[in-house]
């Protein structure tokens, strides 16, 4: 540890930080981390530690814990109040137990106490968030809401991405798999999912950049409609498919799923990454639309992010304000109940948990790998909101508290899913 000394006028801004660093970590079981001080001062594993937290100033611990919560900690990681350097994932095993500490009101006190003897950055408010306003889930609020995500530079996200830019949990064989394979293979098992056959009419509802529709059209003879609330989105998609020679089998549209047209049918739907968007008060509809959209006989897999029933969040979310407005990720009981209810045999469902885990990694991994790129297509904070959400999520697909489930849903007719008996089909190399 550097050399602490207490001035003329009390104790040094580094010696109240190590002071309060080790009243807030008395209790945890594990010191296999760093933290660096502004000054050079080190508190904690000394050689080789997996990540440091870099503390930039004496505001940094008044800023990250005066009022702790998820978001006050992400606002002062891309505020740069600290770093974490080495790796990212990892810090989080740290941060759930400094949200998950119950305290006494002595005990908060005295913490409280320490961290006034601290300068305070005088920050009253966030940045990067955006401006949405109307009744929540109006397609208005949720056109603005999508666009602040999705609408960044194409060349930001292909920095990170696989080659088809597929924005969504791949599949692996291995652990070892590299992400271009297993996304080509995530692809692949939804068509085989869907039993999609030569000529037979596919609805893509958030299309993204139209990796999937143009999968379908190329390996399985679809004609193949994909929409997106992006327009970016949709102009590389279609450039993409143009280029690919397959913009006579495939469209995409810059559309609400409330907006197609009633008398389009359709033999097979597919929505992947994109139901977490939905709402819950708006779950019926969705399903419901597309109920009426599918043919019968038809089936629709739907692939998305749920909450664990059993998961409680503490405080206001970091994700919430900063990535993804308004979206609203919810069990997949809450999920197949209200397509049950829309008329729908719920036929398979299927966690692939693990998967994303492995899919946040790599992106992560690729992300930081392109550091300077993702700086110079977006800015410091939009690369550091995107290094803190993928890490943060990697970290909750691995522990439980988020899953990622593809439900297939069919639409008997007469009382016949047309579905075989076994999935053997799904699985073929």
Not at 7 to 14: I, K, N, Y
Not at 88 to 106: H, I, N, P, T
Request: contains cysteine; aromatic residues 10%; negative net charge.
């Amino acid at each position: 540890m550097g050399t602490l000394a207490k001035s003329l006028f009390g104790a040094t801004p580094s010696l109240v930080c190590v002071e309060f660093l080790e009243a807030l970590l008395a209790d945890y079981p594990r010191r296999d981390f760093q933290v660096r001080l502004w000054d050079g001062t080190t508190w904690g594993m000394e050689e080789q530690p997996p990540f440091t937290l870099v503390l930039k100033h004496p505001e940094a611990l008044r800023a990250m814990f005066i009022s702790p919560s998820e978001l006050a900690l992400g606002e002062a990681y891309i505020h740069d109040d600290f770093d974490i350097e080495g790796d990212v994932e990892a810090a989080f095993e740290l941060a759930d137990y400094l949200l998950g500490q119950e305290r006494s009101l002595g005990e908060s006190f005295e913490l409280a106490k320490r961290l006034k003897k601290l300068p305070s950055t005088g920050r009253t408010a966030g940045l990067h968030g955006p401006a949405l306003w109307g009744r929540v889930h109006s397609e208005d609020r949720d056109r603005r809401a999508v666009r602040y995500h999705y609408d960044l530079p194409t060349e930001f996200y292909a920095l990170w991405l696989d080659q088809r830019m597929i924005y969504s949990c791949a599949y692996f064989v291995t652990p070892a798999d590299d992400l271009d394979s297993a996304q080509a293979r995530k692809l692949d098992y939804i068509c085989r999912k869907l039993r999609l056959r030569h000529g037979e009419r596919l609805l893509d509802i958030g299309c993204g950049w139209g990796g999937l529709i143009a999968h379908a059209a190329a390996h399985y003879g679809v004609q193949a409609v994909g929409i997106t609330l992006s327009v970016p989105q949709a102009e590389v998609a279609r450039h993409r498919l143009q280029e690919s020679g397959l913009n006579d089998r495939c469209r995409v549209e810059v559309s609400d799923y409330r907006d197609i047209e009633p008398d389009q049918q359709y033999d097979k739907i597919v929505s992947v990454g994109m139901f977490e968007h939905v709402g819950e008060a708006l779950l019926p509809e969705y399903f419901r639309r597309a109920w009426s959209l599918l043919r019968p006989g038809g089936v629709f897999l739907n692939h998305g992010i749920a909450y664990s029933a059993t998961y409680k969040r503490r405080g206001p979310s970091f994700t919430d304000r900063y990535v993804f407005p308004d979206a609203e990720l919810v069990p997949i009981s809450t999920c197949l109940r209200a397509a049950e209810l829309s008329g729908f045999e719920v036929r398979d469902v299927e966690s692939l948990r693990e998967h994303y885990d492995l899919t946040l990694h790599r992106w992560i991994q690729r992300l930081e790998a392109h550091a300077e790129e993702a700086r110079r297509v977006t800015d410091e904070t939009t690369y550091r909101i995107w290094r803190l959400y993928m890490a943060g999520a990697a970290h909750c697909f691995r522990n439980g508290r988020l899953n990622l489930y593809e439900t297939l849903l069919a639409k008997p007719l007469n009382g016949r899913s047309g579905l075989p008996l076994t999935r053997g089909n799904w699985y073929l190399v």
